[in-house]
T-cell receptor, first 113, second 114 residues
Framework: GENVEQHPSTLSVQEGDSAVIKCTYS??????FPWYKQELGKRPQLIID?????GEKKDQRIAVTLNKTAKHFSLHITETQPEDSAVYFC????????????FGTGTKLQVIP | NAGVTQTPKFRVLKTGQSMTLLCAQD?????MYWYRQDPGMGLRLIHY???????AKGEVPDGYNVSRLKKQNFLLGLESAAPSQTSVYFC?????????????FGAGSRLTVL
């Protein structure tokens, strides 16, 4: 089955700096890679996703890149703000079928004002 | 439109007791999932369902049972609770349509087993 590794487990940045979280996956058949944000005490919510036919996707201050050959994908947050502080989870999925989503272990991002 | 609703939000059990967590979704989603979240271990899939009347095992199914008698409900049962089952449980659902893979999560249920 799919295995997703996520690094780092914790990340502290100064407000305004950039943050990068990296994930690798094992199943080359996976074709959908979402990122979820979980604020303290809240439920995970999708913030951005990318499909395997795209190398990069941006949404305002967040972007995701995908390298299918190396089987890794990354989340980039620019101009970080205190409200970006949360746990971020990457995931990999083979779209179609029963859509089993495998999550990484999470990165706790702290943005220091 | 409530999305995904979990009950109860909090529960304390003694070892050996049983309980059921209820997940209800009003989005007509086909797929439903139960995850547990433990510090440093991310979200691990317990059981899932691809439609009414179906269930299947995920990564960590031991000690849990599930049922999906109605499309909108997915129940997670603990027959004999153990301290190792202390965790936060999240239910999620997705439409199941190709290209529509977004999981909608419930607010979570915090379970403590003493």
């Amino acid at each position: 089955g799919e295995n997703v590794e996520q690094h780092p487990s914790t990340l502290s940045v100064q407000e305004g700096d950039s943050a990068v979280i990296k994930c690798t996956y094992s199943d080359s058949a996976s074709n959908y890679f979402p990122w979820y944000k979980q604020e303290l005490g809240k439920r995970p919510q999708l913030i951005i996703d990318i499909r395997s036919n795209v190398g990069e996707k941006k949404d305002q201050r967040i972007a995701v890149t995908l390298n299918k050959t190396a089987k890794h994908f990354s989340l980039h947050i620019t101009e970080t703000q205190p409200e970006d502080s949360a746990v971020y989870f990457c995931a990999a999925l083979l779209s179609g079928g029963y859509q089993k989503v495998t999550f990484g272990t999470g990165t706790k991002l702290q943005v220091i004002p | 439109n409530a999305g995904v609703t979990q009950t109860p939000k909090f529960r304390v059990l003694k070892t050996g007791q049983s309980m059921t967590l209820l997940c209800a979704q009003d989005m007509n989603h086909e797929y439903m999932y139960w995850y547990r979240q433990d510090p440093g271990m991310g979200l691990r899939l317990i059981h899932y369902s691809v439609g009414e009347g179906t269930t299947a095992k995920g990564e960590v199914p031991d000690g849990y049972n599930v049922s999906r008698l109605k499309k909108q409900n997915f129940l997670l049962g603990l027959e004999s609770a153990a301290p190792s089952q202390t965790s936060v449980y999240f239910c999620a659902s997705s439409s199941g349509q190709t290209g529509a893979n977004v999981l909608t999560f419930g607010a979570g249920s915090r379970l403590t087993v003493l």
